[in-house]
């Protein structure tokens, strides 16, 4: 394995660093203030456009797409450790239009797209001008086995007509959110993995309607959100349908490895700015006459925390070479190690700074580690559970001494 930077990874690193370092974390404060005495949340504030702008205006743009063609050309490698840095700030991923879940709903239309798809819908998304949603959970059965889906996608003449209740659709609640991709069920008597399609989805088509937004531990993450969402006998051409009907599965098998690796290693630069906050407050405070640092089993705690992050990293870093060296195939079980292990690893990391910080740690008024804490929860479910990850694990594992 070669975990060494290209010089071209290097220099796109650094520059993202920089562009952080003066533009982002100066304002994050006062935005997250700015927005929270709005009477409507869900708008895009002055200070995202033009921080956006001068992101793109660098060349800080698209950040995740391996080819020169569609993004900057770097390594899976690569961009991993921008995407830990990114993962330090809850507004930095947009800036740089490096946003789930519009990462892998853009490369699912590179990949997969028909070339009307690609042209209706892939300039404005590398641009900015508009957001997207993928729509798969549903609250009706269990989706962690995706074969449950219930929702349909089935074709009546030439036209494709979904139907279903969706939810937890990230993304779906942002003014500029334009498009989604559903995934269905169109064939209920094929092979299990080639019942489902996707199905790309204007948000102004008649037939659907966001029925309400979740909150996480009562918020809502405004201006993106979780939505639930009704399709009602929505009515698209067939050629709506990207790749094919049946596709789904396959489709999203080869979103997934990316994705994962990018959700892994922006949620290590979360683990980070936890540990970093939970050491300032360690060595700034005193009780019993003693800095918090050096009380009980505190030191334990700093100590497996640094060890518990750099074996992460380490772990997702594997991950994103294999990518790029063997595919998706080749790292199917540390696409799905990473995503049981980082969450975890994250979660634990905020819980500790959280009681670090006792009472201070609790509220979102003067630190972030709220809402570190439900985003470390959340990503434990999201793409699947720590438990069909791991069952992953142990059946490639068993395999070797079938």
């Known amino acids: 394995m070669d975990f060494t930077l290209s ?3 290097q220099d796109y690193l650094e520059r993202v660093k920089a562009f952080m370092r003066d533009e982002i974390f100066p304002i994050e404060e006062e935005y997250h203030r700015e927005l929270a005495a709005q009477e409507n949340r869900w708008v895009v504030l002055p200070i995202i456009r033009e921080l956006k702008a001068k992101a793109k205006a660098q060349g800080l743009w698209n950040l995740f797409f391996p080819d020169e063609t569609h993004g900057c050309g770097l390594l899976n490698s690569d961009y991993a450790l921008i995407a830990e840095e990114t993962g330090k700030s809850w507004i930095a991923p947009e800036i740089f239009n490096c946003n789930a879940p519009d990462t892998g709903n853009m490369e699912v239309l590179i990949h997969y797209g028909s070339a009307a798809q690609k042209a209706e819908w892939l300039p404005r998304l590398q641009s900015g001008e508009i957001r997207s949603a993928f729509c798969m959970t549903e609250p009706g059965v269990a989706s962690s086995d ?4 219930a929702a349909t996608a089935k074709i ?10 969706k939810w937890w659709s990230t993304g779906i609640g942002h003014p500029d959110c334009k498009v989604a991709i559903f995934m269905g069920l169109t064939d209920p008597e094929a092979h299990k993995h080639r019942r489902h399609s996707m199905v790309l989805v204007p948000l102004d088509t008649p037939g659907i309607r966001i029925e309400r937004m979740l909150p996480v531990f009562g918020a809502y993450d405004e201006p ?15 050629s709506a349908f990207i790749a094919g009907p049946g596709r789904g599965f396959e489709i999203a098998q080869g979103r997934l490895g990316p994705g994962r690796v990018h959700h892994c290693m922006r949620a290590i630069g979360a683990a980070e700015r936890a540990l970093e906050l939970l050491i300032k407050r360690a060595v700034s405070r005193e009780a019993f006459g003693r800095p918090i640092a050096k009380l009980g089993g505190n030191p334990d705690i700093i100590a497996n925390a640094r060890m518990n992050i750099e074996q992460a990293r380490l772990l997702t870093l594997k991950c994103a070479w294999l990518l790029d060296t ?4 080749g790292a199917l079980a540390e696409v799905a190690m990473i995503k049981a292990v980082v969450p975890k690893m994250l979660q634990a990391i905020v819980d500790d700074a959280i009681q670090i910080h006792g009472g201070a740690g609790v509220s979102d008024e003067d630190f972030p580690l709220t809402q570190l804490f439900s985003y470390a929860r959340v990503l434990r479910l999201a793409d699947g559970p720590d438990e069909v990850h791991r069952a992953t694990v142990a059946r490639l594992e068993l395999k070797k001494y079938a």
């Open 224 to 238: 993106y959100g979780h939505g639930e969402v009704v399709f009602d006998n929505v009515r698209l051409p067939t």
């Open 156 to 165: 009546e003449g030439d036209e494709v007509v979904l139907n279903g209740r």
């Open 146 to 149: 995706a074969t449950n889906m």
């Open 326 to 329: 063997q595919g998706i195939q």
């Open 7 to 9: 010089d071209k990874g």
